[in-house]
């Protein structure tokens, strides 16, 4: 059986110099003071104090995404998700030619999903779908948008993009203009489908063939909209350039109904509407006219928002307003999208008031060379309904300043493998019931906890939060209408936004010992 691969790259990864740039240290320097693999002379130490809670971040920016959603998602754990789609749509070609009589044929909406072709050895192919969740019937409808997303902040000058967030709901709907079409009961289904391709020769003669496409979202829309909204403004400035067109026409909102999980994330960029009609053209070098099948093509390219309606369960959410952030938490609650992070601090409090905490001071005076050090999470399997649904990763940050550990671009498993393995050194995957001792994540911290050592790095706070695919390191912002506080919040990982799943972790309070949240620091004395 031949298997061609057809699922689109969902990300970008940043070159390796422009992680390091981003970095606290110099790689080469800090790197020096790491011994690497443990050897028989290397000492265990468990024993440093470790702080964890959880925190509830505010709206996320969701504008700039590398996939988006919509859909439902009902979370066993943290409850119901409505996540609903404003797009913007672009001309292909500006400035189009209708030219004479044109009578509109159909008009097509094609979301693609992600999919994998599979050709049998007969050559038959079929699709296997990625990045579908749940079999639950649901509605979708499709409305004209009254709202104009801006590509730049007019408060910065024009010089900053412009963030939409995850909360903007409300307002959305409330810029809601005509409905344009009503999808009920919607299943994604593996069926592909057949696109006719228009071409034209150097003499001007058109053709067309038919091709196959993958699966996707794939419905006819009503034809009158678009004959007033498209075909009848030929020649005006409205559809003269993109500028023009996205004022004149400010996008699609998809919103979604439904009562249980049928979710769908997929690159909207890669989805279009075919607008196909025939009309009457001039033949070239004749004066007889030709009717000829056309077709205009729309895309969403440009600024596509996702927001969130979250039901969140009650007493997580009652837990969340009264964390205990002194002493740490027993239990962490970590999610994606509109998330839940887990923020840990290490080494305790700073007595003598010299700004560095005691314990680290003792281990900078002592002169340790790390061999390894780790952040172990065991998951609350008492909590968990359901560990079919445990998130296979997490990613581990700077909460403080919204970036990357230095062990993220030292990472040698970064682009080796399919992106659920990349960066598997550092950022290990769940580990399932481990000689019995329960589900685990093991976050291996060596670089970032070496600069703090040697380098006197700031010993900041580490963000934990589940990872859609941890391959992709940008940062989205996090919408704060508080004044800055010592937890305020300004960034955090775009694929933990891009995530629906969530845990909970066993924190350093638990009453469970076996399990707590702790610092695992192989180490040589030096000294």
């Given at each position: 059986?031949?298997?061609?691969?057809?699922?689109?790259k969902?990300?970008v990864?940043l070159?390796?110099f422009v992680?390091?740039a981003?970095?606290?240290?110099?790689?080469?320097?800090i790197?020096?003071?790491?011994?690497?693999?443990q050897?028989?002379?290397?000492?265990?130490?468990?024993?440093?104090t470790?702080r964890?809670?959880?925190k509830?971040?505010?709206?996320v920016?969701t504008n700039g995404l590398?996939?988006?959603?919509?859909?439902?998602?009902?979370?066993?754990?943290?409850?119901?998700?409505?996540?609903?789609?404003?797009?913007?749509?672009?001309?292909?070609?500006p400035?189009?030619?209708?030219?004479?009589?044109?009578?509109l044929?159909s008009v097509?909406l094609?979301i693609?999903?992600?999919?994998e072709?599979i050709t049998d050895d007969?050559g038959?192919?079929?699709?296997?779908?990625?990045s579908i969740y749940?079999?639950?019937?649901?509605?979708?409808?499709?409305?004209e948008?009254?709202y104009?997303?801006?590509d730049?902040?007019?408060?910065?000058?024009?010089?900053d993009?412009?963030?939409?967030?995850s909360?903007?709901?409300?307002?959305f709907?409330?810029?809601?203009g005509?409905?344009?079409?009503?999808?009920?009961?919607?299943?994604?289904?593996t069926?592909?489908y057949?696109e006719?391709?228009?071409?034209?020769d150097?003499?001007?003669?058109?053709?067309?063939?038919?091709?196959?496409?993958?699966?996707?979202i794939?419905v006819k829309?009503?034809e009158?909209?678009?004959r007033?909204k498209?075909?009848?403004?030929e020649?005006?400035?409205?559809?003269?350039n993109?500028?023009?067109?996205?004022e004149?026409?400010?996008g699609?909102f998809?919103e979604?109904?439904?009562?249980?999980t049928?979710l769908l994330?997929?690159?909207?960029?890669?989805?279009?509407?075919?607008?196909?009609?025939?009309s009457q053209?001039?033949k070239p070098?004749?004066?007889?006219?030709?009717?000829?099948?056309k077709?205009?093509?729309?895309?969403f390219?440009?600024?596509?928002v996702n927001?969130?309606?979250n039901e969140?369960?009650g007493q997580?959410?009652s837990?969340?307003?009264s964390?205990?952030q002194q002493?740490?938490e027993?239990?962490l609650?970590v999610?994606?999208?509109e998330?839940i992070?887990?923020v840990?601090?290490?080494f305790?409090d700073d007595?003598?008031?010299n700004g560095?905490?005691?314990?680290l001071?003792?281990i900078r005076?002592n002169n340790?060379l790390?061999?390894e050090a780790?952040?172990?999470f065991y998951?609350?399997?008492?909590?968990?309904?359901?560990d079919?649904?445990?998130p296979?990763?997490?990613?581990?940050y700077d909460i403080?300043?919204?970036?990357l550990l230095?062990?993220?671009?030292?990472?040698t498993?970064?682009?080796e493998?399919e992106?659920v393995?990349a960066?598997?050194?550092?950022?290990?995957?769940l580990?399932r019931?481990s000689?019995g001792?329960?589900?685990?994540?093991?976050?291996r911290?060596?670089n970032?906890l070496s600069?703090?050592i040697?380098q006197?790095?700031?010993?900041?706070k580490?963000?934990v939060i589940?990872?859609?695919n941890?391959a992709v390191?940008?940062?989205?912002?996090?919408?704060n209408?508080?004044a800055?506080?010592?937890?305020y919040t300004e960034q955090?990982?775009?694929s933990?936004?891009?995530?629906d799943q969530?845990?909970?972790?066993h924190?350093?309070?638990?009453?469970d010992l076996t399990?707590r949240?702790?610092l695992q620091i192989?180490?040589?004395?030096?000294?």
């Open positions: 059986m031949k298997i061609n691969n057809a699922l689109p969902l990300l990864v070159s390796a992680l390091m981003s970095c606290e240290e110099e790689i080469g320097t790197g020096s003071e790491v011994i690497g693999d050897d028989v002379n290397a000492t265990l130490d468990i024993t440093r470790i964890s809670y959880s509830k971040l505010q709206a920016q590398q996939l988006n959603q919509l859909g439902l998602y009902n979370d066993p754990i943290y409850g119901m998700s409505k996540v609903n789609l404003l797009a913007q749509v672009a001309l292909e070609t400035n189009p030619s209708i030219n004479f009589l044109p009578q044929d097509v094609y693609p999903y992600f999919s072709e007969l038959e192919s079929s699709y296997v779908l990625d749940g079999n639950t019937p649901m509605n979708i409808s499709i409305f948008s009254n104009f997303l801006r730049f902040d007019p408060n910065s000058g024009f010089e993009i412009q963030s939409y967030y909360n903007q709901n409300d307002l709907e409330s810029f809601k005509e409905l344009i079409y009503s999808l009920t009961d919607f299943l994604p289904s069926e592909s057949t006719t391709i228009f071409e034209q150097d003499a001007g003669e058109g053709t067309s063939e038919n091709s196959f496409v993958a699966p996707g794939r829309l009503p009158a909209f678009f007033e498209i075909l009848n403004m020649g005006t400035p409205e559809l003269l993109n500028n023009n067109f996205r004149y026409f400010r699609l998809f979604v109904e439904g009562t249980d049928n994330k997929f690159d909207m960029t890669a989805a279009k509407l075919d607008i196909y009609f025939t053209f001039d070098g004749t004066r007889n006219r030709t009717r000829e099948e077709k205009i093509t729309l895309l390219d440009a600024i596509n927001v969130f309606e969140l369960n997580i959410q837990e969340l307003l964390q205990d002493n740490g027993d239990r609650y999610r994606g999208g998330g992070a887990a840990v601090s290490l305790g007595a003598d008031g560095v905490a005691d314990e001071d003792e005076q340790w790390i061999n780790n952040l172990i998951v609350d399997k008492d909590a968990i309904t359901d079919a649904q445990e296979e990763r997490l990613i581990i403080d300043n919204g970036r230095t062990d993220y671009s030292l990472d498993t970064s682009g493998s992106q393995d960066y598997t050194t550092h950022l290990g995957r580990v019931d000689d001792k329960g589900d685990y994540y093991k976050l911290i060596t970032h600069s703090l040697h006197d790095s700031t010993n900041v580490l963000g589940v990872s859609q941890v390191p940008n940062f989205q912002q996090v919408q209408t508080n800055p506080t010592r937890d955090v990982p775009s933990s936004v891009m995530s969530g845990t909970i972790l924190g350093n309070t638990s009453a399990k949240l702790k192989y180490y040589t004395d030096s000294n």
